[in-house]
């Protein structure tokens, strides 16, 4: 049986318990990171650490425990469940305390889970034949940077796709791509230029999309970060997405349209390989 953490302690799952007063649970105030395991290591455990510390810092939650307790735990975990692949989730909510709109003293301790999941990630059968998706309305919070479990837009969101018979959602805003319900969203230009939307708070900024950036930049690519039309990436060269359980991932098929060609493109199908070479290389 899967081994969990729970506040200091680690659990057979049946086992682990939260109060039913804890603010994740009642008001999502929490907030959460996915890090990929290949080889079973962590890949780029520093990106996650900091972005979860921006998190936590946009909301206001304090938190006792240092990256280097995170890591202990990340590996006690991944060694308790002998991932060689798959992903590490941890998340980190408010604590618990009567219900009240109003957060809680500064010192109510944090509820802090984590567990493992064992999945197949580099051989995809759906990064093989690409995915599909479709464009949604981007009806999100305003705060998309911030790494919350406010989950349910993006969970109806790509609901919505799989009934249209697609693989997932990419939203959209004012007729512009943000991202996907759960990545970054990609274009490659007829011309064979990168294009994707600037960091704001309108997207969460993608550990991933910052290494697959990297690699696009070694390969001297043409980068342009900047808002792409749904228009735009229907009429596109490639398509793709990036995300630590994703890695890079093609999108073949745009609203029903195919891109391209209707197969896998060599700029993803490139910067996947070099995404995974890096990564096995600096996983820790
Ligand atoms: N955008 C959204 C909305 C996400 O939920 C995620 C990952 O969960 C990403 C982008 C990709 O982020 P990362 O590359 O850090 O996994």
Redesign the pocket.
């Known amino acids: 049986m899967r081994q969990v953490y729970v506040n200091g302690d680690y659990l057979p799952e049946t086992e682990a318990r939260i109060s039913v007063f804890d603010r994740g649970f009642l008001f999502a105030d929490g907030v959460y ?2 890090t ?1 395991v290949l080889d079973g290591k962590l890949v ?1 455990f520093a ?2 650490m900091r ?1 979860l510390r921006r998190s936590l810092g946009e909301l206001g939650m304090a938190f006792a425990l240092t990256d280097e307790d995170l890591l202990d735990i990340h590996r006690e975990l991944i060694r308790q469940n002998d991932i060689e692949e798959g992903l590490v989730y941890l998340q980190v909510t408010r604590g618990s305390a009567d219900r009240d709109f109003l957060f809680p003293a500064e010192e109510t301790p944090n509820t802090v889970v984590l567990f493992t999941q064992k999945k197949s990630l580099v051989d995809s059968p759906l990064a093989e034949r690409g995915q599909h998706v479709v464009t949604v309305e981007d009806l999100r919070w305003r705060r ?1 940077d911030i ?1 919350t479990v406010q ?1 349910l837009y ?1 969970s109806m969101a790509k609901m919505e796709a799989k009934s249209r018979g697609a693989d997932d959602a990419w ?1 959209v805003k004012d007729g512009y791509v943000t ?6 969203a990609y274009i490659v230009t007829p011309e064979g230029t990168v294009v994707t939307r600037d960091l704001s708070t309108d ?9 697959v950036l990297q690699c696009a930049e070694d390969l001297q690519l043409r980068i342009e970060e900047r808002p792409f039309t749904v228009e735009e990436a229907e009429n596109a060269a490639e398509a793709f ?6 890695l890079v991932s093609p999108v073949v098929r745009i609203n029903g349209r195919e891109v391209g060609p209707g197969r896998p493109g060599p700029i993803a199908a490139r910067l996947r390989q070099i995404y995974l070479e890096r990564s096995r290389a600096s996983a820790v």
């Open positions: 990171e996915v990929l780029d990106g996650h972005r998309c790494k989950l993006p939203l991202e996907g319900s759960s990545n970054n997207i969460l900024h993608g550990i991933t999309r910052e290494a997405s990036t995300s630590a359980s994703g």
